[in-house]
């Protein structure tokens, strides 16, 4: 709980600092370049946000691990270690579309322990610690917020489902085909652009499964152990396998998660998707 605590303390900081920047920046596009392709975008804010994170686990939390998706890396010599996204969902940032999120969660030996994620746009905080429950608190809402708790869905037919797509233009060609099989399988398919927050939507039932292949640890991370903590079904790769090897992540409602995870290995989304 006491890494849980910081989590959330420090994922507020880092939004309110992202936040600032936006309204000073106006058009962020201006500011962004590519990274792994040309759809791959990050900004002057993603490193801004990543760098305040980074220094207030080296102030506060010296010795401690750093795995960060913009190139911040630590080596832990406490046996705990902070996985950073400073911004997820950076292309909806670019566009002002609101939803997107800073995520951070600690790991003991390799395990995730406590994560948050808040959406910057409205200022809603999930967070969790492994055992002790998984809760949503709004922007300015006293207390700890709502216990969060994934939704009763039993048939897969009527399952919401959200995913997410490759910046590589090959296994993004793979996951399209992949998704015309599901689709008619499903109640709907959800794209939101942000695998933190859609793994945060898995906890709180606004969706009733998620799944994505080739996303990072950094992606996962803080939304598995909260969709976890809330009940879900979780599938997810060790921290330590790079999102290039395309492997799975899964959270789903135990009443899907099962036949959801049959019917993608049916459609040739195993537990990896080459390209």
Request: charged share 25%; hydrophobic share 45%; aromatic share 6%.
């Amino acid at each position: 709980m006491t890494l849980c605590r910081l989590a959330q303390e420090w994922v507020e900081r880092a939004a309110g600092a992202i936040a600032a920047k936006r309204a000073e920046l106006g058009d962020v596009r201006a500011y962004a370049l590519t990274k792994s392709s040309p759809v791959d975008p990050v900004t002057v804010v993603d490193t801004m946000a990543e760098e305040l994170l980074v220094a207030e686990i080296r102030r506060r939390r010296p010795g401690d691990g750093i795995i960060a998706e913009e190139g911040s890396e630590e080596r832990s010599t406490t046996g705990v270690s902070w996985i950073i996204d400073p911004i997820d969902g950076t292309v909806n940032f670019l566009y002002g579309l609101p939803h997107y999120a800073v995520s951070l969660a600690a790991a003991i030996d390799g395990e995730v322990v406590a994560g948050a994620v808040i959406n910057v746009a409205d200022g809603s905080l999930y967070y969790a610690a492994r055992g002790c429950g998984a809760w949503v608190r709004a922007a300015g809402q006293p207390g700890a917020g709502e216990a969060l708790r994934v939704s009763g869905a039993h048939e897969l037919d009527r399952a919401l489902v959200a995913t997410g797509f490759s910046y590589q233009a090959e296994r993004r060609a793979r996951q399209a085909d992949v998704l015309g099989r599901l689709l008619p399988a499903v109640r709907d398919i959800r794209r939101q652009g942000s695998a933190a927050l859609d793994l945060c939507a898995v906890a709180q039932g606004r969706v009733d499964a998620y799944y994505e292949h080739g996303i990072h640890c950094w992606d996962y991370a803080a939304g598995m152990v909260i969709a976890r903590e809330a009940g879900a079904v979780v599938e997810a790769p060790p921290l330590s396998v790079p999102g290039e090897e395309g492997r799975r992540t899964l959270a789903a409602t135990p009443g899907v998660a099962e036949d959801l995870a049959r019917l993608l290995d049916a459609s040739g989304a195993g537990a990896s998707l080459h390209t």
